[in-house]
């Protein structure tokens, strides 16, 4: 297998929807787990799990890998991250680039970096790290971000490549996190899709947020809203064949409602995606 082939669309697998997908009912071609999720052995998810693996490829997404952190890394979370690995074989594991926490604390967010020439040294030992400890690339996501640091040396969109160039990570590019960034910072969105590497990006994420105007918030409780399709499909346009998923996190609708949704994104990316691309590995 290809090290991050296409998989075409997929969902947030979420336990509100466990036995619809056992049941047969997804439009979906694979899903993605939140890992925090699963990394017990036994229990009624990961017994859903085996049964959707067998049948779907998966993909795990973390939000506690803590990677920008001045903390050393936390091995206990590792090593579980790791058995889970071993045991689901998914197709690829992404995290965030952000910090978590610090001195052993965890604020349960995702927390911005000053994207400065020490920093982007720092995550790249600790990604290094990673990789070596899994025995594969990391995959790491934009965050959503409501400040900045001063004293920046670079623009994001340029960290994120130069972070992608010198560790040999890949990039899940969120694009509603691009969206509601652009919102709250007033940069031009396409402007920095545009400029990222395409070589660098594995995987979309698709979301909906909450919108109060001054600022925009990434809830993953509401509809991919219009301005986030349109930027969906200048990705399309730009990066070619890339697996693709919609997450959702609260007000979770009926899994049909999330299968149209994601019907969409097919019906954007079909003009652009053709079936010879689509045989294509990203990696």
Known sequence: MPPFPWLGFGLGLRPPHFQDVLDGAPGADWFEILSENFMVAGGKPRYYLEQVRADYPIVMHGVSMNIGSADPLDMDYLNRLKALMRSIEPAWLSDHLCWTGVSGQNSHDLLPLPLTDAVLTHLCERIDRVQNYLGRPLVLENASTYLEFSGADYREHDFLNRLSRRSGCR????????????????????????????????????????????YVIDTHDHPIVDPVWALFERAVRRFGPVSTMIERDDHIPPFPELVNELDQARRIAAPHWTLETQNVSAG
Not at 188 to 195: G, V, W
Not at 200 to 214: I, M, N, P, R
């Open 171 to 214: 990039l899940l590019l969120d694009i509603n996190n691009i969206y509601v960034s652009s919102r709250n910072h007033g940069f031009d969105a396409n402007a920095y899709l545009d400029a990222i590497d395409r070589e660098a990006v594995v995987q979309f994420h698709l979301a909906g947020h909450s919108d109060y105007g001054d």
